[in-house]
């Protein structure tokens, strides 16, 4: 998991990026990532822990989409559940980390939701603090996914994949230069990338189908100038979708559930999860002069989402029956409308070499919530053989949206970095950004003392890091971090409530100590890294303790870890990665229902993460691979009384080059069946799938 399958041995795979390095076991830290730092640095000039998930490793560890991509960063797990995508990083969750989209923070977790990898160069990350970079949260750290843009080159590829439960999906990409003479001004290069899926659900009665789009014309105007032009869209529906498996009762100590009700779904018969999003970019670059480089990006970003779903079961105290509620039809309507100017400039003092980056950010957000929901029993059924109602025919339900709220969050951020060489083996790094955030909330029903008409809010947040980077050997280096994030005390602006935001005018504020290492080992056939952190997140929104129908914000949390990556390309024939992570993570000060939950370990926060991934040629066509997962146990509610256990996952894969241009690769997923859970809470367990096999075939032309 999370590696590079192609060895020396075979031909390399074909990509649109002409940057594309040759894909091998090693880690990628001489290749610029563009999440860890606006100079371009690399992750070993950068001080801090910053991952790429190359397109070869998501091709060569079988990554299907986003989330699975994610695999390849230490510590990150993940949970697609339709209404509340999780990922934890650093011992932190989804509202306390940052989930970019080419850059751009969409404000807004559920947008996260894994999208098909075909369509994606990469995927990076930073780990911890890194509000400096792209605005408030990401205190935890940030993950940004990056799509395919056109290159200067020709290529094409394709790819159909046939698997389990009728798993049926078809992907095309294609680069061309359609117009110029390969001379540059005038040049105009078109990609397009699609991708298709139907099927593949393992949970009764659940269909879902998705497709994708990504096309952008790049085009060199001559004088160091050009401009590319991206349009995303995005459709995903899933007819009556999974919403989780309920726990056997007692629900203390360790969980369990009835094996027989792994693959039973619960929800409406007609049930709903449906998104369309779409995107539209504008990239001007302007090489001024080898100093001076300019860029600018304006964005719009539209998305409408629609739930009808029942989403709530628990068994009965005897576990002979299973109580369905929380009936809820909700639709999110998401507009952002940004711009963000950026340069880099290339400079010297006291001649030592320092490279600044310097911009502006823009942006206007506005989501409007159109939620209906009943909290009541719906139905109680045989855990075991049972159907379920139409979703309209649930008394006090009936069609029809009426918005709640608005949210509009208008951000103004300014911010500058910079590289200064101290010393021939020493580099400083520093980073300062400085945000206004307006928060309004517009009340769009009916207005009380606790949902006044409109409500207002304005933060201020100013944060920052420093760090050296000290290369004490060739390919070998020591560096140490202090860095800050902020944010508002209801994590994500565009979908808090007033009661969130009211009273509490405070930003939350994180801050972090990172010491860790990155070098090259076995004459450069191995890279490594090395990291350990401390995060503290202050002022976090607690009951207050003389009064618990109040907050205040006094509440405390913090985590403490240590992760390591290696990557070795042992032999021709040979490629291994790994990586492996243990976080302390824990309530400082924090009350919730009157109790204090001071020591306690937030939800669903593995201690261990380990991930090992190996491929072997057998011989120049044929290829073996096998990746293992290891997630150690997590509490299920904040008292830490109800534990899932850990659990291993073993996935497996054949690849056979019939030559150049074709491929076929057969995997099993999950090969021993493990019975495991990605998120716990409540009464019900969101679990993964169970074995399921796929093969395809990969053409490249």
């Known amino acids: 998991m999370g590696a590079q399958a192609q060895t020396a041995a075979l031909p390399t795979i074909e990509v649109s990026d002409s940057s594309e390095q040759l894909s091998t076991g090693r880690l990628p830290l001489d290749r610029p990532a563009e999440t860890g730092s606006r100079l371009g640095l690399t992750p070993r000039e950068n001080p801090a822990s910053v991952s790429i998930v190359e397109r070869a490793t998501i091709e060569a560890s079988g990554a299907r989409?986003?989330?699975?991509a994610l695999q390849a960063i230490a510590g990150v797990t993940a949970h697609d559940a339709p209404g509340n995508v999780g990922v934890q990083y650093r011992g932190f969750g989804s509202g306390s980390l940052s989930q970019l989209f080419n850059g751009i923070h969409v404000q807004y977790s559920i947008a996260a939701r894994p999208v098909d990898s075909w369509i994606y160069?990469?995927?990076?990350?930073?780990?911890?603090?890194?509000?400096?970079?792209?605005?408030?949260?990401?205190?935890?750290?940030?993950?940004?996914?990056?799509?395919?843009?056109?290159t200067r080159s020709n290529a094409s590829e394709a790819q159909l994949r046939l698997g389990s439960e009728r798993l049926r999906e078809a992907s095309v990409g294609l680069n061309r230069r359609i117009a110029g003479d390969g001379n540059g001004s005038g040049d105009h290069h078109l990609r397009i990338d699609v991708n298709h899926r139907r099927g593949g659900a393992w949970t009764e009665g659940t269909r879902p189908e998705a497709t994708q789009l990504a096309t952008s014309l790049l085009s060199d105007l001559g004088g160091g100038l050009s401009h590319t032009l991206a349009y995303e869209y995005q459709k995903e529906e899933v007819q009556r979708p999974y919403w989780g498996t309920p726990l056997l009762n007692p629900m203390q100590g360790s969980l369990r559930i009835a094996p027989a009700t792994r693959e039973k779904n619960y929800n409406s018969a007609d049930g709903l999860y449906a998104q369309r999003v779409q995107w539209l970019r504008s990239i001007t670059e302007w090489r001024v002069n080898e100093a001076l480089s300019l860029r600018n990006t304006a964005?719009?970003?539209?998305?409408?989402?629609?739930y009808r779903n029942v989403e709530s079961y628990r068994f009965n105290a005897g576990n002979t029956a299973v109580t369905r509620s929380a009936s809820l039809l909700q639709r999110h309507d998401q507009r952002l409308l940004g711009n963000r100017f950026d340069g880099t400039w290339r400079s010297e003092i006291a001649g030592r070499r320092s490279d600044w980056a310097f911009g502006i950010d823009l942006s206007l957000n506005r989501q409007t919530r159109f939620p209906n929901s009943l909290p009541g029993t719906v139905s109680t059924v045989n855990p075991y053989l049972f159907t379920t109602e139409a979703f309209f025919s649930i008394p006090g339900m009936r069609p029809g949206l009426r918005p709640d709220r608005e949210n509009r969050v208008r951000t103004t951020a300014v911010f500058a970095e910079n590289r200064t060489q101290l010393t021939p083996s020493l580099a400083l790094v520093t980073a300062l950004r400085h945000?206004?955030?307006?928060?309004?909330?517009?009340?769009?029903?009916?207005?009380?003392?606790?949902?006044?008409?409109h409500y207002a809010r304005s933060y201020r947040p100013t944060t920052g890091r420093l760090g050296l980077v000290w290369d004490f050997a060739p390919g070998a280096n020591l560096y140490a971090q202090y860095a800050t994030a902020a944010d508002p005390p209801a994590g994500i602006l565009t979908t808090a409530t007033f009661a969130q935001v009211q009273g509490n005018s405070e930003l939350s504020t994180g801050r972090q100590i990172e010491l860790g290492s990155k070098w090259d080992f076995w004459r450069g056939k191995g890279t490594a890294t090395a990291a350990a952190y401390r995060i503290v997140r202050k002022n976090i929104a607690t009951?207050?303790?003389?009064?618990?129908?109040?907050?205040?914000?006094?509440g405390e949390q913090s985590s403490r870890g240590v992760e390591l990556a290696v990557g070795l390309q042992a032999t021709a024939a040979w490629a291994f990665q790994a990586n492996a992570s243990w976080v302390d993570a824990q309530y400082e000060n924090f009350r919730q229902g009157g109790v204090s939950l001071a020591g306690r370990t937030p939800t669903n926060t593995p201690r261990t993460v380990l991930n090992v991934w190996s491929s072997y040629a057998i011989t120049p066509q044929l290829q073996a691979s096998a990746g293992i997962r290891r997630v150690g146990a997590v509490y299920a509610d904040a008292a830490n009384t109800q534990r899932w256990s850990?659990?291993?996952?073993?996935?497996l894969g054949l690849s056979y080059q019939f030559n150049r241009h074709t491929t076929l690769t057969a995997r099993v997923r999950n090969a021993t069946d493990r019975v495991y859970a990605l998120n716990v809470g409540g009464t019900q367990a969101y679990l993964g799938a169970p074995r399921t096999a796929d093969v395809a075939l990969r053409l490249n032309f």
Do not use: C, M
Request: net charge negative; aromatic share 6%; charged share 20%.
């Open 65 to 68: 989409n986003t989330q699975e």
């Open 646 to 651: 850990a659990y291993t996952l073993l996935d």
């Open 121 to 150: 160069e990469r995927v990076e990350a930073i780990g911890g603090p890194s509000s400096f970079l792209n605005g408030a949260g990401a205190v935890g750290g940030t993950l940004n996914y990056i799509t395919r843009l056109a």
């Open 299 to 306: 964005y719009s970003y539209d998305a409408l989402r629609d």
């Open 543 to 554: 009951q207050d303790p003389a009064n618990s129908s109040l907050t205040v914000q006094v």
């Open 435 to 453: 945000e206004r955030i307006a928060l309004d909330l517009n009340n769009r029903r009916e207005v009380n003392a606790a949902n006044p008409a």
